[in-house]
């Protein structure tokens, strides 16, 4: 299971963390992503780290502001989100994937966690 906290209603230009704590499997070996959903958008990558946090990868709509990291010690992976604008807005999921690199698709991963809502306000 995965498990997204962190989100909350922040001003343009704030910071938020969120973190994906996994249990039940060796998440520790899953490269995870991070995706997120905006109201009446599809589900779009955000960010990606390979399972010993070796690689990251960015859509070009967060890089430079985000930053996805891993702690396998804690089973923990976070998104620390910077600069934040208003079209951040959405619901950012949190998935695991057993790909060698994690992939920048939806049909990548196996498990995904429920989803925490991120408002920036302008």
């Known amino acids: 299971q995965l498990q997204a906290s962190g989100g909350g209603l922040v001003q343009a230009g704030g910071s938020l963390r969120l973190s994906c704590v996994a249990s039940?499997?060796?998440?520790?070996?899953?490269?995870m992503g991070w995706f997120r959903q905006a109201p009446g958008k599809e589900r779009e990558f955000v960010a990606a780290?390979?399972?010993?946090?070796?690689?990251?990868y960015y859509s070009d709509s967060v890089k430079g502001r985000f930053t996805v990291s891993r702690d396998n010690a804690k089973i923990t992976v976070y998104l620390q989100m910077n600069s934040l604008k208003p079209e951040d807005t959405a619901v950012y999921y949190c998935?695991?994937?057993?790909?060698?690199?994690?992939?920048?698709?939806?049909?990548?991963?196996?498990?995904w966690g429920q989803g925490t809502l991120v408002t920036v306000s302008s």
């Open positions: 998935a695991a994937g057993r790909l060698v690199v994690p992939s920048t698709s939806e049909r990548g991963y196996d498990y």
């Open positions: 780290i390979r399972w010993n946090g070796g690689s990251t």
């Open positions: 039940g499997r060796t998440f520790s070996i899953y490269g």
